[in-house]
């Protein structure tokens, strides 16, 4: 599927988000505070746009290296990144290729909720990130405020879908997009998937009237972790 619609994704993401997504990337990466020493694993990274986001601008990483499970998205990234100190490699986000404790920053744009087994994604940020090291992450959930909820839910199932399924040519593709955000866990109990995952210190940041949340986790030394 996402193979299938990589063609389009970067310009469907723009106009369904009315070009909030870029606002969301710079949010998430502000959260990393960097520092232009660390090196940063963008897992689900599609077409690189937050492993972009993470190494250009005034606050920067090193380095970043960007994963995914899509061939054709990581063609469109690869496209993308010009002389950007990006490196992109097809793998898996519950199998990471790297050794422990390698990575300073890790990231996740709109992309945890794709993976079969979340918390054994989390588990292997955990496992790569040095201790001390920061996650971030951005998910769509859905607002909280009744009359708001119900109007992103008409958007959602309605809207959405038409505009992408006729921009991408692809039947089904963002007919799954609001399915698989009403089917990922509440923040609440994300934030405890985290934090059982490794991270002490996890903070939920409800942005865009609760649209997106900004995941912000801290990995704690193994000596140290409570579950």
């Not at 972009?52 to 090193?62: K, Y």
């Not at 945890?112 to 998910?139: D, F, H, T």
């Not at 109990?189 to 949340?213: I, K, N, P």
Request: hydrophobic share 45%.
């Amino acid at each position: 599927m996402f193979d299938a619609i990589a063609e389009r994704y970067d310009f469907l993401n723009h106009l369904l988000s009315a070009g909030l997504d870029r606002q969301w990337r710079k949010r998430a990466v502000d959260a990393l505070e960097l520092t232009g020493r660390e090196t940063v694993l963008d897992v689900c990274t599609g077409t690189a746009d937050l492993a972009l986001a993470a190494t250009t601008g005034s606050a920067r990483a090193r380095r970043a290296l960007g994963i995914d499970f899509s061939g054709a998205m990581l063609q469109i990234g690869r496209k993308k990144i010009g002389a950007a100190p990006i490196t992109l490699v097809r793998a898996d986000a519950t199998r990471i290729p790297l050794a422990d404790a390698s990575v300073d920053a890790t990231t996740i744009g709109f992309g945890i909720r794709n993976v079969e087994q979340p918390a054994l994604a989390c588990r292997e940020i955990a496992r790569v990130l040095r201790p001390g090291g920061k996650l971030v992450i951005l998910e769509f959930s859905l607002p909280q405020t009744p009359a708001l909820r119900s109007l992103y839910l008409w958007y959602f199932r309605k809207i959405l879908p038409l505009i992408g399924r006729l921009v991408s040519s692809h039947p089904s593709a963002y007919s799954y997009l609001p399915e698989s955000v009403q089917a990922f866990p509440a923040p609440g109990t994300f934030v405890r998937q985290l934090r059982e995952a490794g991270f002490g210190t996890v903070r939920a940041v409800r942005l865009t009237f609760g649209v997106v949340y900004l995941y912000v986790g801290v990995k704690v030394d193994a000596q140290d972790r409570v579950i």
